[in-house]
């Protein structure tokens, strides 16, 4: 790949994409100083990490309970659009995906926002801390029942969660350590009428030591914690998730090389986020299915389209990716979802809406308009251009007098197989 | 207006090609499962006993095999079977201390030893026409207490081996003539990973009030269209953008043929209820439709009560027990209840003893039901005994994959091709 290809796969892949003019300024910048600005922007001078909700109100309105959510989302969407620090927030939206704790269980704002942040500021961050937090973070309590779960009645949902889904995989234990965890993980309460705070109340806890994963001793949520970090199938199974999620389908060995520095490195995300990043722009990945929201928000960042939020969230959830609102505990769903009729159709209508909400002076309306296909596929962060197929079906396109040029040409690029790919 | 042929021409280039496209689809799904290193045996299902409170027996529909359809819903998350088919059994309510549904509001069956929830009762009707029966003790042997774990074993129907197909899914590659339909299988509600063939596609609908090409005014919609379908072909050598390219024509034709199920206002939809009418309601029209749809998948979601189960399966049994009833109501308005088998599945059952928070944990038996022309209704087949659990759980008595074999043989076969073996029929179905 060249410089502005390999920058495009960062853009695309590890970022939101691109708005016109950045694919030239990144080229001049360089790969390398780009994928650094991506890993340590603090160290690189960018901009200090800010909170989508930095500025959000909570109020009380009991006449339109959704209005708030609604906000907090469009908030979501229009820092991802902007944010100086995409890698960061490509990384705690994989997170989320990750831990897939969802609103419609939370059911309070405030603690599903602090949830978020948490993901987003300790994204890159130790995992065995970021799991130790998750474990007793006010969300995570509610979502998975820890909030509920007492000695005398231990709830199993978070214990075979943490390990099923969060860090071992299916296979690497057993219901003896559900049942082990479930117990040593007791005793924590979400005051709901005192802010969603989290406290530890002694007398719903058990602290019979507990045999977990091997490990004796175990009756708290640090010896939890640290049993199961400890585990050995800990690097490859995280290693594993992250590098499909950026890569796509890549080699076992590149695979077995990232848990071994994973693991070599104490479970700091970084390095092996770097060693990802680098692996992509030498090549060593497969093309991806884009999810409805990277697709709509690098769609969004090319053709400064204005869309109204609420419309922005209604296409996300008929797409099948509300964000706050994974479907269940495993995350979103994968590429077959993404390929589904139901996705393709809400695309190819969303498209329709993108580029007539476009500003008459875009570059990427102004390229449609005068048929300048390369330059259009290279405004959309595809600079080796669209495959052939894409060409001749644009070309072929008439412009309707009731629209203003390009506008047909240019949805018909959004919605185009080739955009649905990165 | 695009004819149904004009689009099947438009798509006849991809159409050639899905053998390829089906598996790597199949592969994209099956990514994230890890290898198992068991090999495939062919099993015969345990004897299970049969709990029948009447003879009563339906007339066997003599419907020619081909005009069937089969209407499968899923309950995702494990529903608790032990408060939806309720045993006559005090050793059910000492477990259930604050879960146990009041003996003043259940729906009694006949002279079984099992009520319904109350949330359940408008499916007395249909028990009491003998067209509804219930399923209890129902597992796979070898699923797991994991959600994803287990799901994959019911939807693949395979518990010794990972499988890429879904056993409805090779239903469709086993009686597959010509080119794939997309409209043969179709999933309401989000995908389902049962209708997973080789070569055999099908259409996931996941909001039905959504499933439309929409244009902006001004444009010229049909040329649109037009030019987003030649994005698709000729298929691109990179397999992914191949993979983006099959949808679209799928896509095109599903939308345009189903326009009607979502757009007729002769009745009215608008108004039918919470989400999981509008689906049951859908099925319905697009069987009346007669478009040679044969198996239609229903996603429900939410029976992972592991807190607040009393009042939240309440809903979710009211919300199901309702769209059930739309749907059976519809298809005899339709004259088509004759041809339709609906039988509901949930990944596993849920413990027998409650837990702290108003819930319970994950188990093993569960529950189903079955409805239709050819069921052996107003009877509990299978086995419940809690004085015999399985580490604490209900212990599964009937392997599902016998009800599989019922329902396959029910659709023609060839059952135990499918199945990868001979599981016992024990009469949920007329043979």
Not at chain 2, 85 to 109: F, K, M, Q
Not at chain 2, 240 to 255: D, R
Not at chain 2, 379 to 399: F, P, Q
């Amino acid at each position: 790949m060249d410089t502005r290809s390999e920058v495009a796969w960062l853009a695309r892949r590890a970022g939101w994409g691109l708005a016109p003019g950045e694919l030239d300024d990144l080229t001049a910048q360089g790969t390398t100083s780009v994928l650094e600005g991506m890993i340590s922007p603090d160290l690189n001078g960018v901009s200090a990490s800010v909170s989508p909700w930095a500025e959000f109100v909570v109020v009380e309105d009991k006449e339109n309970p959704g209005a708030q959510g609604l906000e907090a989302l469009s908030l979501w969407l229009e820092h991802l659009a902007v944010t100086q620090r995409p890698f960061e927030d490509a990384l705690g939206w994989f997170w989320h995906d990750h831990f897939a704790v969802s609103a419609s269980v939370v059911k309070d704002l405030p603690t599903m926002i602090r949830h978020l942040d948490l993901l987003r500021t300790e994204s890159m961050g130790n995992f065995r801390e970021l799991i130790r937090k998750v474990t007793v973070d006010a969300a995570m309590l509610v979502f998975l029942d820890g909030a509920t779960s007492t000695g005398t009645s231990p709830n199993e949902n978070y214990g075979r969660e943490l390990q099923e889904l969060y860090t071992l995989g299916i296979g690497n234990y057993t219901e003896q350590d559900v049942r082990a965890a479930a117990i040593a993980l007791t005793g924590y309460v979400v005051r709901r009428r005192d802010g969603w705070n989290v406290q530890y109340i002694p007398n719903r806890h058990d602290d019979t030591p507990q045999t977990f994963l091997g490990v004796q001793g175990v009756h708290d949520v640090d010896t939890v914690v640290d049993a199961a970090l400890d585990h050995p199938a800990v690097p490859g199974f995280i290693a594993a998730k992250m590098a499909r999620f950026f890569l796509g389908d890549v080699s076992s060995d590149v695979i077995d090389d990232l848990a071994d520095l994973f693991s070599a490195e104490s479970l700091e995300i970084r390095p092996m986020a770097r060693a990802i990043l680098e692996a992509g722009v030498a090549g060593e990945s497969s093309p991806i299915v884009l999810a409805p929201l990277p697709w709509l928000i690098q769609a969004v960042k090319a053709t400064g389209a204005v869309i109204e939020p609420e419309r922005a969230v209604t296409i996300l959830r008929h797409m099948g990716q509300q964000p706050g609102q994974p479907p269940n505990v495993a995350g979103y769903p994968g590429a077959a979802a993404w390929l589904s009729s139901s996705t393709t159709a809400l695309r190819f209508s969303a498209s329709g809406v993108l580029a007539a909400r476009t500003p008459e002076n875009a570059p990427t309306l102004q390229a449609a308009a005068e048929s300048r296909w390369d330059d259009l596929a290279d405004l959309l962060v595809r600079p080796e251009g669209f495959s052939q197929s894409t060409i001749d079906a644009l070309s072929e396109l008439s412009q309707p007098v009731g629209l203003r040029p390009g506008e047909s040409r240019l949805a018909l690029a959004l919605a185009s197989p080739d955009l649905l790919i990165a | 207006m695009l004819s149904r042929r004009k689009f099947l021409g438009a798509a006849g280039g991809v159409a050639g090609a899905t053998a390829v496209g089906g598996g790597a689809w199949a592969a994209l799904i099956r990514d994230s499962v890890e290898e198992s290193a068991s090999t495939p045996t062919s099993t015969t299902a345990r004897p299970a006993t049969t709990t029948t409170s009447t003879t009563t027996q339906p007339p066997t529909t003599s419907l020619p095999v081909g005009n069937r359809v089969l209407v499968l819903v899923q309950m995702a998350g494990g529903n608790d079977g032990l408060n939806t088919l309720i045993p006559a059994s005090g050793l059910y309510r000492d477990a259930r201390p604050t879960l146990a549904i009041p003996e003043s509001e259940l729906v009694e069956l006949g002279d079984t030893d099992f009520s319904l929830h109350p949330s359940l009762a408008p499916l007395s009707r249909w028990w009491n026409l003998g067209s509804l029966a219930a399923v209890d003790g129902v597992g796979i042997p070898l699923q797991s207490r994991s959600h994803f774990k287990s799901m994959d074993t019911w939807w693949s129907g395979v518990a010794e081996a990972v499988s890429t197909t879904g056993w409805l899914g090779r239903w469709l590659d086993a009686t597959l003539t010509g080119d794939p339909d997309p409209l043969r299988a179709i999933a309401l509600g989000g995908g389902a990973p049962a209708l997973i063939g080789e070569q055999s596609l099908a259409t996931v609908i996941r909001s039905p009030q959504a499933f439309q090409l929409q244009t902006t005014p001004g444009t010229d919609s049909e040329a649109l269209i037009q030019a987003f379908l030649s994005t698709a072909s000729p298929l691109n050598a990179d397999p992914y953008l191949a993979l983006a390219q099959q949808a679209i024509p799928t896509t095109v034709e599903s939308v345009e043929l189903l326009s009607q199920v979502f757009s007729d206002s002769s009745d009215d939809t608008s108004d039918a209820g919470r989400g999981p009418e509008v689906l049951f309601r859908s099925a319905a029209r697009i069987i009346d439709l007669g478009l040679g749809t044969q198996v239609i998948t229903i996603g429900l979601d939410g029976y992972d009560t592991h807190a607040d189960q009393l009042s939240r399966q309440s809903n979710l049994l009211e919300d199901l027990s309702a769209g059930i009833a739309a749907f059976m109501e519809q298809i005899e308005v339709d004259g088509h209840a004759d041809e339709v088998t609906l039988m509901t599945t949930s990944e596993f059952g849920r413990r027998v003893v409650e837990n702290g928070s108003g819930g319970t944990d994950h188990g093993q038996g569960g529950v189903q039901f079955v409805m239709g022309p050819s069921v052996n209704g107003r009877a509990v087949h299978g086995d419940l005994d809690l004085t015999d659990l399985a580490d604490g759980d209900v212990r599964t008595t009937v392997d599902e994959r016998s009800i599989y074999a019922e329902v396959l043989d029910w659709l023609g076969g060839p059952t135990d091709d499918i199945l990868d073996g001979a599981y016992e029929r024990i009469g949920v179905l007329a043979a």
